[in-house]
C-alpha cells in the first residue's frame, strides 16, 4: 500500500531584499529634515522703503520723492560710544544693544516719539550716522523712528 | 471536467515600493530647501537686534546681501574702518564695486526686487553706506534689514 503524504504547506515566497531596515533609516532621516525645517526660527526684518541721501542734506538724491520737512538725526562716536543728536537738541549717548541698562536708550525713543507728535506725517528724517558707529546703532535708532511712526526715513550715505 | 486554476498567489509582506519613492522625493525636497537656504543666508553673520522686527510674508522677488567682517573688523573691541567686510550674494563672493551692476541686473530680471541686508551688527557703517548707495544706483526701493528679536 503505497504511503499516503500530507499535501505541502503553502508557503509564501517573498524574493529580493528585505526593505525593512532601509525604510527604518529613511523614515527617520525624513523626520529630521522636517523637525529641522519646522525648528528653523524664520528670520525677522525690519521693513522699509528707504531712500538714500547720496550726500547728506540737499544734493544728488534718489528719485525718491523728498517732501518739503526735512529733519536730520545725527549719530557720531566719541570714546568708543554713539551719541544721537536729534532734530538739534542735545547729544544723547547711546546704550549698547547688550548692555543691561537700556535707559538711555529708552530716554532717545520717547525723545523721538514725542518730536514726532508735534510734526506733520510728511515729514522725512534722515538718519545720518558717522562713518564709525556701529550698523546696530543705525538700525537701533530706525526701530525707534518705525515705533514713532515716522512715515518717510531715509539715510545719509556720502560716497567716497 | 472542471479544472483547477492557478491558485491566486499570496504575499504576506506590504508593498512598500510606492512608500519609498513618495519618501525619497520628500528627503530630496528637504535636502534641496536646506541647500538654498544654506545659500542664501550666512551663519556667520550677527544680525542686529531690533524689537520691531517682522516676518517677511513675501518671500517672492528677493535677494539676501549677506555682509560679513565682524571678526577682521573688530581689533580689541575697537572698530577698525580700514578693514573690508565681504559680502556674500547668494553664496558668492562679490565684489562692493560690481555690486551696482548685479542688482541693476536682478532688478531688470525682477521689477518687485526686494533687498534684504543682512549685515554684522558690530560693522562700522562706512561698510553698509555703498550698498545703501548701491541698492539706490539700481532703483531698488525696497530694502529691508535683517534682524533679530532683541
Same mark, same amino acid.
Given at each position: 500500500?503505497?504511503?499516503?503524504?500530507?499535501?505541502?504547506?503553502?508557503?509564501?515566497?517573498?524574493?529580493?531584499?528585505?526593505?525593512?531596515?532601509?525604510?527604518?533609516?529613511?523614515?527617520?532621516?525624513?523626520?529630521?529634515?522636517?523637525?529641522?525645517?519646522?525648528?528653523?526660527?524664520?528670520?525677522?526684518?525690519?521693513?522699509?522703503?528707504?531712500?538714500?541721501?547720496?550726500?547728506?542734506?540737499?544734493?544728488?538724491?534718489?528719485?525718491?520723492?523728498?517732501?518739503?520737512?526735512?529733519?536730520?538725526?545725527?549719530?557720531?562716536?566719541?570714546?568708543?560710544?554713539?551719541?544721537?543728536?536729534?532734530?538739534?537738541?542735545?547729544?544723547?549717548?547711546?546704550?549698547?544693544?547688550?548692555?543691561?541698562?537700556?535707559?538711555?536708550?529708552?530716554?532717545?525713543?520717547?525723545?523721538?516719539?514725542?518730536?514726532?507728535?508735534?510734526?506733520?506725517?510728511?515729514?522725512?528724517?534722515?538718519?545720518?550716522?558717522?562713518?564709525?558707529?556701529?550698523?546696530?546703532?543705525?538700525?537701533?535708532?530706525?526701530?525707534?523712528?518705525?515705533?514713532?511712526?515716522?512715515?518717510?526715513?531715509?539715510?545719509?550715505?556720502?560716497?567716497? | #471536467?472542471?479544472?483547477?486554476?492557478?491558485?491566486?498567489?499570496?504575499?504576506?509582506?506590504?508593498?512598500?515600493?510606492?512608500?519609498?519613492?513618495?519618501?525619497?522625493?520628500?528627503?530630496?525636497?528637504? #535636502?534641496?530647501?536646506?541647500?538654498?537656504?544654506?545659500?542664501?543666508?550666512?551663519?556667520?553673520?550677527?544680525?542686529?537686534?531690533?524689537?520691531?522686527?517682522?516676518?517677511?510674508?513675501?518671500?517672492?522677488?528677493?535677494?539676501?546681501?549677506?555682509?560679513?567682517?565682524?571678526?577682521?573688523? #573688530?581689533?580689541?573691541?575697537?572698530?577698525?574702518?580700514?578693514?573690508?567686510?565681504?559680502?556674500?550674494?547668494?553664496?558668492?563672493? #562679490?565684489?562692493?564695486?560690481?555690486?551696482?551692476?548685479?542688482?541693476?541686473?536682478?532688478?531688470?530680471?525682477?521689477?518687485?526686487?526686494?533687498?534684504?541686508?543682512?549685515?554684522?551688527?558690530?560693522?562700522?557703517?562706512?561698510?553698509?553706506?555703498?550698498?545703501?548707495?548701491?541698492?539706490?544706483?539700481?532703483?531698488?526701493?525696497?530694502?529691508?534689514?535683517?534682524?533679530?528679536?532683541?
Amino acid at each position: 500500500m503505497p504511503a499516503r503524504y500530507a499535501p505541502l504547506r503553502k508557503m509564501s515566497a517573498h524574493v529580493g531584499p528585505n526593505m525593512t531596515p532601509m525604510v527604518d533609516i529613511v523614515l527617520c532621516i525624513l523626520i529630521f529634515f522636517m523637525l529641522g525645517a519646522s525648528i528653523a526660527v524664520p528670520e525677522l526684518v525690519l521693513t522699509g522703503k528707504t531712500a538714500v541721501d547720496k550726500a547728506g542734506l540737499g544734493s544728488n538724491t534718489t528719485d525718491a520723492k523728498m517732501p518739503a520737512v526735512r529733519m536730520n538725526i545725527v549719530l557720531h562716536r566719541q570714546n568708543d560710544r554713539t551719541f544721537v543728536t536729534a532734530f538739534d537738541d542735545t547729544p544723547l549717548p547711546m546704550d549698547g544693544a547688550d548692555s543691561p541698562d537700556q535707559s538711555h536708550n529708552q530716554v532717545i525713543a520717547s525723545t523721538l516719539m514725542a518730536k514726532k507728535s508735534r510734526l506733520s506725517d510728511d515729514v522725512q528724517v534722515i538718519i545720518v550716522p558717522d562713518k564709525l558707529v556701529p550698523y546696530q546703532d543705525v538700525i537701533t535708532i530706525y526701530n525707534d523712528c518705525v515705533r514713532a511712526k515716522y512715515q518717510q526715513v531715509a539715510f545719509a550715505a556720502a560716497q567716497g | #471536467m472542471r479544472r483547477r486554476g492557478l491558485e491566486p498567489m499570496h504575499d504576506d509582506h506590504i508593498n512598500v515600493t510606492p512608500l519609498i519613492d513618495v519618501v525619497m522625493c520628500l528627503i530630496i525636497f528637504f #535636502m534641496i530647501c536646506g541647500n538654498l537656504a544654506k545659500d542664501e543666508g550666512n551663519d556667520k553673520v550677527t544680525v542686529p537686534t531690533a524689537s520691531l522686527g517682522q516676518e517677511l510674508n513675501d518671500q517672492r522677488d528677493r535677494l539676501i546681501i549677506n555682509v560679513v567682517g565682524a571678526a577682521q573688523a #573688530m581689533k580689541g573691541g575697537v572698530i577698525d574702518p580700514s578693514v573690508a567686510p565681504q559680502i556674500y550674494v547668494r553664496g558668492q563672493e #562679490m565684489a562692493p564695486s560690481g555690486l551696482a551692476g548685479y542688482l541693476e541686473k536682478e532688478k531688470n530680471n525682477a521689477p518687485d526686487l526686494k533687498v534684504i541686508l543682512r549685515a554684522d551688527r558690530e560693522l562700522a557703517y562706512n561698510w553698509i553706506a555703498p550698498i545703501l548707495i548701491s541698492c539706490a544706483q539700481a532703483n531698488i526701493k525696497s530694502v529691508h534689514f535683517a534682524t533679530k528679536d532683541d
